[in-house]
């Protein structure tokens, strides 16, 4: 992994001097060619792409994704509308909604989107307002544990997530009562998934369930790849899971008796690497123990670190090459802020501009307000030019919506 001091020849130094810190900042070649390199390794079948929208939901992102020949998945009322003023066509948008409200159900299905259903409770309510007349999904607890940690599993059998393969046939039963219209089934198992078994694992499931459904268009694989976060960290392949779960499938399409769609859901594989959050050093301070290099960011930016003891590298943009020391790295943030725990940087100064790296996926979309913090400004490199896609917020944003009492 690299430590850039220019993407596609923009100085990351000019866009600190620019537009400030701290700034999140985008490169739109590598998201394209991650889209592309997504649809290489699934060329043997009709592959769609549904980017996972949360990961990075900025519309202009949106809009370069779906140029790159990708969907969406929504699962908010909000990102499908978000997805619809990004270009995107109902027919383009999958929602996967997780115990939501059935008013928010019925504002989908007016929207046109297609909806997967993730409860018998909902396929019921689904059924009784529409029967067979809006095509639906299904999405399916497999059982299977797999994602970088417990947080980000989906797939297994404690989890929320969709509806348990043990209950199969219940949901025969409710598919057969109301007569609803199933034209995919659904599986995400996780987030950070770094064993191509488990995509194979996971379609073994989805196979097997497929066979009780004679008006399926399309398999949806959900999302979870792994991308590398640490220097000789090692990914998913990619390839191998394309070429391994293609052939797959293809076995699957000649038993089922017709050509299905298989559709992916990728969140951090399109987005993460793409993502640096930069940021500047306040303050170098000297314990007994750890030196701590306090920066003008925190948990309220990127809260990775401190919600799933994520590991970011991150870089001294400002001095290269000097002597290296070992640093705790915190955010302002009145708790305890951890970015990176003993990690080696050559030598910070106050002033210094660090790069957080793989700041694309969860980055931004999980900021806060916390502390009353301003959220960052973010930019998109695209065609060798930096682009402001959002103005960092100022004091009136942070205030605008309160109603203050005369008291
Ligand atoms: N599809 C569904 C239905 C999902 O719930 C998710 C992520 C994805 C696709 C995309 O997963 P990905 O390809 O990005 O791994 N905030 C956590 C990750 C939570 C992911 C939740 N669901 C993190 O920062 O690690």
């Known amino acids: 992994m690299q430590n850039p001091t220019h993407i596609q020849g923009v100085s990351i130094a000019d866009l600190a001097d620019e537009f400030g810190t701290p700034i999140y900042i985008y490169d739109g070649e590598k998201i394209t060619h991650q889209v592309k390199t997504l649809q290489a390794a699934f060329s043997a079948v009709p592959l769609k792409i549904k980017y996972a929208t949360k990961a990075l939901s900025n519309i202009s992102i949106l809009k370069l994704i779906r140029k790159a020949g990708a ?15 990004a270009g995107y066509s109902a027919q383009e948008i999958m929602y996967t909604p997780s115990g939501v409200a059935f008013e928010e159900i019925k504002e989908a299905v007016k929207l046109g989107v297609m909806i997967n259903l993730d409860s018998i409770p909902l396929m019921e309510e689904f059924g009784q307002m529409y029967g067979g007349s809006v095509a639906a999904c299904i999405r399916i607890n497999p059982h299977i544990m797999a994602g970088g940690n417990l947080k980000i599993s989906t797939g297994h059998k404690e989890s929320k997530f969709g509806i348990s393969i043990e209950q199969l046939a219940q949901i025969l039963e409710t598919v057969a ?29 989805l196979f097997e369930a497929a066979m009780q459904f004679p008006d399926l268009k399309f398999l949806d694989f959900g999302g979870g790849f792994k991308v590398a976060y640490k220097p000789n960290d090692i990914a998913t392949d990619v390839m191998e899971v394309g070429k391994k779960v293609g052939e797959a499938f293809h076995e699957f399409c000649k038993q089922y008796g017709r050509q299905l769609e298989l559709w992916l859901e990728p969140g951090k594989f399109l987005v993460s690497e793409s993502g640096y959050l930069l940021v500047k050093a306040n303050v170098v301070k000297e314990s007994p123990s750890v030196t701590f290099v306090g920066v003008d960011s925190g948990l309220n930016h990127l809260i990775r670190p401190m919600m799933y003891d994520a590991y970011h590298s991150l870089y001294n943009l400002s001095n290269p090459e000097g002597k290296k020391s070992i640093y705790n790295v915190v955010g302002y943030i009145c708790e305890t802020d951890t970015i990176a725990s003993r990690r080696e940087l050559v030598e910070v100064r106050a002033g210094d501009l660090l790069v957080i790296k ?31 896609i959002r103005r960092g917020e100022n004091f009136e944003d942070l205030i605008r919506n309160q109603e203050i009492l005369d008291i």
């Open 71 to 85: 969907g969406i998945d929504a699962v908010s009322i909000e990102e499908v509308k978000i997805g619809m003023m």
């Open 358 to 388: 793989n700041s694309g996926a969860y980055g931004y979309s999980m900021a806060s307000n916390y502390n009353s913090r301003l959220r960052p400004a973010e930019i998109l490199i695209w065609e060798g030019k930096a682009h402001l």
């Open 177 to 205: 009562t109301y007569k609803l219209q199933i034209v995919g089934l659904h599986i995400h198992t996780g987030s950070d998934i770094l064993d191509a078994e488990v995509f194979l694992q996971g379609g073994n499931v």
